[in-house]
């Protein structure tokens, strides 16, 4: 997925899950990402696929700062996840954030099916199944 930045286009690693909404299935970009524990997605998604965000582990979220007014509140519940190009169901463990935060995929529940390889200068990301 190539992003616009202020420095120029970036390219980001990228996969696409669908979740099962109220009458179908919608399809999210979420940002491979090897260095997050755990995936993450706004609090609005976890509404949408019919879970009670306030009944999840409570999380708070911080970035480089520790500052208290720099959190963000989060909720950890497993999600039903579907890789469309696979056809595969997957449960992951997934941190809502209240708040605007991006769709990333972390390596737990994920990484175990799969093994990742980042090619940045062709500038793709290829999956193999391990299981």
Request: with cysteine; hydrophobic share 40%.
């Amino acid at each position: 997925m190539r992003q616009k930045t202020h420095t120029g286009t970036t390219h980001r690693p990228i996969v696409d899950l669908a979740f099962k909404e109220k009458k179908n299935y919608n399809l999210y970009s979420f940002i491979v990402d090897s260095g997050a524990d755990i995936s993450l997605a706004p609090r609005q998604l976890a509404e949408r696929i019919g879970l009670n965000w306030a009944r999840g582990s409570r999380i708070s979220l911080t970035g480089i700062s520790t500052r208290p007014e720099c959190s963000v509140e989060g909720r950890i519940q497993e999600a039903a996840a579907f890789v469309p190009d696979l056809a595969l169901n997957l449960s992951l463990p997934i941190c809502f954030a209240d708040g605007d935060a991006p769709y990333l995929i972390g390596r737990e529940g994920f990484f175990d099916w799969f093994n990742i390889t980042l090619e940045k200068k062709k500038r793709r990301t290829l999956f193999r199944l391990t299981h």
